[in-house]
């Protein structure tokens, strides 16, 4: 059981998300999609700029409803 320095010490975020709806919890029809997205945040290179956030495009969750 021999750790290896910042590879098995440090939790990474999740950032990616489900494909399909069918491993997305169990939604319905009339559920919002948008609410179980995992989101990032980006950096501008401007200083002093706001971070955004990020999500996948919802088109492929929404389509096979």
């Given at each position: ?40 945040e980006v950096?501008?290179g ?20």
């Amino acid at each position: 059981d021999l750790q290896i320095p910042n590879l098995t010490d440090t939790i990474l975020l999740k950032c990616l998300g489900p494909k399909k709806t069918t491993d997305v919890f169990t939604l319905s029809k009339k559920d919002d999609v948008c609410g179980c997205l995992i989101r990032r945040e980006v950096k501008s290179g401007k200083k002093n700029a706001k971070s955004d956030t990020k999500a996948p495009k919802i088109q492929p969750l929404v389509s096979y409803i």
